[in-house]
T-cell receptor, first 114, second 112 residues
């Protein structure tokens, strides 16, 4: 079955440590997105990529980095510069073309500070 | 700028109806609606496009008033499975094609 796989499901970060969240999709989608969700709040866009080897900052990119070397993969690194990383992180993808295409989400990674 | 949703929370008995509103201060190209169960990923419900075309599934309907930059989601004869947080998301189009800005969410609780 086609879908989006995020790993790990739970992740713990120590002070000063960088951690990388994985997002893989087999939907053949061109566009991929990373969101952060804090308790009781909506989704905020961190980074997005509409094509391989290209990505743009979203609304809250500081302290995060991404790469898009392959169409199916869009890993997110939470750097030590992100002072409040505890949140639920969601990856999404979207097919190009028809303006009516929705974003499809993975099951998320819950990141906490040790 | 983030779309504003109202109400913030709704409590229903099974079989009752509800309306969730979403308004934006920016011109909208399309409005997307999602439902999220606690601890899970958001699930797509519906897209409303500029020009009136509506796409979606399930027995839930929606409207899109382009002039007022507002959208409303209508849930009729609610079921227990409708419980969750509903988000609208706006798309501005142009070079931001495909980029969504989510509202803060409306918590819907359906009791037996």
């Amino acid at each position: 079955d086609g879908g989006i796989t995020q790993s790990p499901k739970y992740l713990f970060r120590k002070e000063g440590q960088n951690v990388t969240l994985s997002c893989e999709q087999n939907l053949n989608h061109d566009a991929m997105y990373w969101y952060r969700q804090d308790p009781g709040q909506g989704l905020r866009l961190i980074y997005y990529s509409q094509i391989v080897n290209d990505f743009q900052k979203g609304d809250i990119a500081e302290g995060y980095s991404v790469s898009r070397e392959k169409k199916e993969s869009f890993p997110l690194t939470v750097t030590s510069a992100q002072k409040n990383p505890t949140a639920f992180y969601l990856c999404a993808s979207r097919g190009q073309g028809d303006v009516g295409q929705p974003q499809h989400f993975g099951d998320g990674t819950r990141l906490s500070i040790l | 700028q983030q779309p504003v949703q109202s109400p913030q929370a709704v409590i229903l008995r099974e079989g009752e109806d509800a309306v969730i509103n979403c308004s934006s201060s920016k011109a909208l190209y399309s409005v997307h609606w999602y439902r999220q169960k606690h601890g899970e990923a958001p699930v797509f419900l519906m897209i409303l496009l500029k020009g009136g075309e509506q796409k979606g599934h399930e027995k839930i309907s929606a409207s899109f008033n382009e002039k007022k930059q507002q959208s409303s989601l209508y849930l009729t004869a609610s079921q227990l499975s409708y419980s969750g947080t509903y988000f609208c998301a706006s798309a501005a189009g142009g070079t931001s094609y495909g980029k969504l800005t989510f509202g803060q969410g409306t918590i819907l609780t359906v009791h037996p």
